[in-house]
């Protein structure tokens, strides 16, 4: 199921006072342009292997309060332009600004079936005055079963992916998240690793 919609955002832009030239028009998505191209949609599909130490309420893998889920996933992710004419944000000190925004939605599945089902939107928020700040993006999510996300940031291009090597290796709480530090070995690891060679 991809997104299937017209809409559009369709707000009413300040007209410039008579004797001052109205601005340029402006890319609204800015950064946020790759998603979708010049076309305003874009689908993304590929494959990926998910790793996630689960807990075990059932004793399906025995007497262990947990166990080692392993599967391989298909993801689709599509992206619609529906900034139309402006997304209006509306500011107190601040002048009105225009945003440009992507609707988005994430679907990954393993073998049995969905697995994760995430529709939300990305925003390209011009600089401010009042505050000062730069050009943001941000993304807001929701994810059906009670998980609703708002993170806002300065977006950074990078020529590629940069995902540090990490481990799968849960550590005690409290302790220092470095892949290091007070890991809790478990012997489905071995597996893992075998798996991985």
């Keep these: 199921m991809g997104i299937e919609t017209n809409f559009k955002f369709a ?80 500011g107190f000190n601040q002048n009105d600004i225009f945003l440009g925004a992507v609707a988005y939605l994430q679907q990954i599945s393993d073998r049995t079936g969905p697995q994760h089902f995430e529709p939300g939107v990305w925003a390209n928020a011009p600089p401010t005055t009042d505050p000062t700040e730069p050009t943001t993006v941000v993304r807001m999510g929701s994810i059906p079963h009670g998980t609703s996300i708002n993170l806002q940031g300065i977006g950074l291009q990078a020529p590629e992916p940069q995902i540090s090597p990490t481990t799968i290796t849960p550590f005690t709480i409290g302790s220092k998240d470095d892949g290091q530090t007070n890991l809790v070995h478990f012997p489905e690891e071995q597996s893992v690793q075998t798996l991985a060679c």
């Design 11 to 90: 707000h009413k832009h300040a007209v410039a006072p008579e004797g001052v030239a109205a601005e340029a028009p402006v890319d609204l998505l800015g950064p946020l342009r790759a998603f979708v191209g010049n076309q305003g949609k874009r689908t993304w599909a590929g494959t990926g292997f998910n790793m996630i130490w689960r807990p075990n309420h059932g004793g399906a893998s025995g007497p262990k309060d947990f166990f080692l889920e392993l599967n391989q996933t298909t993801e689709t992710l599509d992206f619609t332009d529906i900034t139309g004419t402006g997304v209006g944000d509306r």
